[in-house]
């Protein structure tokens, strides 16, 4: 089993910024990858960035390119996701989610094993 905990959510002004951290506990040694998603009200919880857990390839959302970065530090088993240039748009409940499959980078909800609880960010215009 792997524990995964958000934190780093909160209220910021458009254009403004915050990180979000996923520190991940357990049996970590089996993660390949990790990813965060984001769920707005209503809508389906879509792909925001991903991260191989050893490499540390990344790939983004084509919403996010440019004003999100993904990295992680491997020594202390957590991620990370810099938001800067934030957005109204941008406004969901976030959720950090780890994959034990041999295949990393997954844009699908479905190719990872384990998710943290979410932690919410808003973007006020």
């Known amino acids: 089993q792997v524990q995964l905990v958000e934190s780093g959510g909160g209220l910021v002004q458009a254009g403004g910024s915050l990180r979000l951290s996923c520190r991940a506990s357990g049996r970590t040694f089996s993660i390949y990858g990790m990813a965060w998603f984001r769920q707005a009200p209503g809508k389906e919880r879509e792909f925001v960035a991903a991260?191989?857990?050893?490499?540390?390839?990344?790939n983004y959302a084509d919403s996010v390119k440019g004003r999100f970065t993904i990295s992680r530090d491997y020594a202390k088993n957590t991620m990370y996701l810099e938001m800067n240039s934030l957005k109204p748009e941008d406004t969901a409940v976030y959720y950090c989610a780890a994959s034990t499959g041999t295949v990393v980078g997954g844009v699908t909800a479905r190719e990872y094993d384990y998710w943290g609880q979410g932690t919410q960010v808003t973007v006020s215009s």
């Open positions: 991260i191989s857990w050893i490499g540390g390839n990344t």
